[in-house]
C-alpha cells in the first residue's frame, strides 16, 4: 500500500509518471475491446487507488486504514479487501470491497449467495463492485441479489463504468512498470494526487461514502 502524504515534487519532476500514465491509458483503453473478467488484477489495482486516501476525510467519512482479507473459508476469496471507515460522530466501519467481474450468470449467482454472510467475515458492510447496469443484473439474478442489498443484509452496489476501469488498470499497469519508466512510488503518488485520479475520483468517493450511507 502507499503512502497517501503530500509531495513537494513539482509538475515538472512529474513529467516522466504523466508520460507513463498516457502510454498505460492507451494500452488499458484497448484491453476494453473484450470483457474483463480479471478479478484480481482490477482488485489489486482499485486497492492502490484506495491506499491513496488514508488518513484522508471525504464527505464527512474519514479512511483510516486497509486491511486484506485471506482468501479461505466461506469467503473463498470473493471479498478482496476492507476499508477502515470513521464515518463524523460515529462508530468505525469495517467495509468490505469486492469486485465481482464474472460474466457468466450462474457464476455471479454462486458469489452473491455466498456474500450473503459478509458479516461473519468481521464486516460491517458490502461493497460489491460490477461493470453494467444493476437493474440488468437483477433480471438474470431475481433473488440472491435483490437479497444481497436488501435493508436486512446491506450490501451495497457501485456500477464500473469504462472510465474507471480504465483507471484502475492504468494505474496498477503504471505501479508494475516503474522501473521501465524511471519513475517512483513517491512520483507515482504525487501525480495521482495532483491529477485527482486518486482523492477526488467520482468511483473512490462512491466507494467511500458506502461506508458512511
Request: aromatic content about 4%.
Amino acid at each position: 500500500m502507499m503512502n497517501s502524504s503530500d509531495s513537494h515534487l513539482s509538475i515538472a519532476d512529474l513529467r516522466p509518471v504523466a508520460t507513463a500514465f498516457a502510454i498505460e491509458w492507451k494500452v488499458s483503453l484497448s484491453e476494453l475491446s473484450q470483457p474483463l473478467e480479471d478479478k484480481q488484477r482490477l482488485a489489486s489495482g482499485l486497492l492502490l487507488q484506495l491506499s491513496l486516501t488514508i488518513g484522508r476525510t471525504i464527505a464527512n467519512v474519514c479512511v483510516e486504514r486497509l486491511d486484506r482479507i485471506a482468501p479461505t473459508g466461506r469467503n473463498q476469496g470473493l471479498v478482496d479487501f476492507k476499508l477502515i471507515c470513521r464515518p463524523i460522530d460515529r462508530p468505525p466501519v469495517d467495509l468490505g470491497i469486492c469486485v465481482l467481474p464474472f460474466l457468466d450468470p450462474g457464476r455471479v449467482e454462486e458469489a452473491c449467495n455466498l456474500l450473503l454472510v459478509y458479516k461473519d467475515f468481521g464486516l460491517d458492510r458490502l461493497c460489491l463492485l460490477r461493470q453494467g447496469n444493476l437493474m440488468a443484473d437483477i433480471q438474470q439474478l431475481p433473488t440472491c441479489l435483490p437479497k444481497l442489498l436488501s435493508p436486512e443484509i446491506g450490501g451495497r452496489f457501485i456500477s464500473l463504468r469504462s472510465k474507471d476501469i480504465v483507471t484502475i488498470l492504468t494505474v496498477l499497469s503504471v505501479f508494475q512498470n516503474k522501473q521501465q519508466y524511471q519513475v517512483t512510488n513517491e512520483m507515482i503518488c504525487a501525480y495521482l494526487q495532483q491529477s485527482k485520479l486518486s482523492i477526488e475520483n467520482e468511483l473512490i468517493s462512491s466507494i467511500v461514502l458506502t461506508a458512511g450511507s
